[in-house]
Nanobody, 121 residues
Framework: QVYLAESGGGLVQAGGSLRLSCAASGRTFNINTMYWYRQAPGKQRELVATITSGGSTNYADSAKGRFTISRDNTKNTLYLQMFSLKPEDTAVYYC???????????????WGQGTQVTVSS
């Protein structure tokens, strides 16, 4: 089992910055890709950023140029550095990861509890 714990959320003014962290524990040796998702009030959950085990990254269009996803595998920690925050970034941000189950490539997704990010005007 993998356990994920987000931290770093809070209230910030538009234009401000936050860095979210996600600490993974448990059976972390099989973690493959890690993700940041968010869910804003009244909206569907959306993928914000992805980082593979090799460090390749992808971002939602809304995040490109403002957010940076990174990971420190020695610490089993995922980060999301957010700059130039906008009110529309307000959401619960969730850390997730896929765990490889076997040599055939089967995976399981694990989720954190989420951390609230609120951006005021």
């Amino acid at each position: 089992q993998v356990y994920l714990a987000e931290s770093g959320g809070g209230l910030v003014q538009a234009g401000g910055s936050l860095r979210l962290s996600c600490a993974a524990s448990g059976r972390t040796f099989n973690i493959n890709t890690m993700y940041w998702y968010r869910q804003a009030p009244g909206k569907q959950r959306e993928l914000v950023a992805t980082i593979t085990s090799g460090g390749s990254t992808n971002y939602a269009d809304s995040a490109k140029g403002r957010f940076t996803i990174s990971r420190d595998n020695t610490k089993n920690t995922l980060y999301l550095q957010m700059f130039s925050l906008k009110p529309e970034d307000t959401a619960v941000y969730y850390c997730a990861c896929t765990v490889v189950l076997n040599v055939e490539g089967a995976t399981r997704t694990h989720w954190g509890q989420g951390t609230q990010v609120t951006v005021s005007s």
